[in-house]
């Protein structure tokens, strides 16, 4: 059983930053993809970024240039840098991983954008 354990939200105000982390029990060279999503109380969980195998990224429309995923595979660490933020952003964020065909979740992390 792959365990994700996500960290690093909080409240922050309007242009802020903060820093998601999310760490897994297995090893990243076993992963084909890790992925951050978000989800807000009553709306549908939407992508937001993810990191292939081989590094490729690809985000969502609404945080391009914003938000930079990244991985470190020694520590089993994906990472989801969130600059400027917005109220919109605002949801409780989720961290996926994809490994031999399975999609595993955390359990998410609470990000409040208010001033």
């Known amino acids: 059983q792959v365990q994700l354990v996500e960290s690093g939200g909080g409240l922050v105000q309007p242009g802020g930053s903060l820093r998601l982390s999310c760490v897994a029990s297995?090893?990243?060279?076993?992963?084909?993809?890790m992925a951050w999503y978000r989800q807000v109380p009553g709306n549908q969980r939407e992508f937001v970024a993810s990191?292939?195998?081989?590094?490729?990224?690809n985000y969502a429309d609404s945080v391009k240039g914003r938000f930079t995923i990244s991985r470190h595979v020694t520590r089993n660490t994906a990472y989801l840098q969130m600059n400027s933020l917005k109220p919109e952003d605002t949801a409780v964020y989720y961290c996926?991983?994809?490994?031999?065909?399975?999609?595993?979740w955390g359990k998410g992390t609470l990000v409040t954008v208010s001033s």
């Open positions: 996926k991983v994809v490994t031999y065909g399975m999609d595993y």
């Open positions: 297995i090893s990243l060279l076993d992963t084909d993809a």
């Open positions: 990191i292939a195998a081989d590094s490729t990224t």
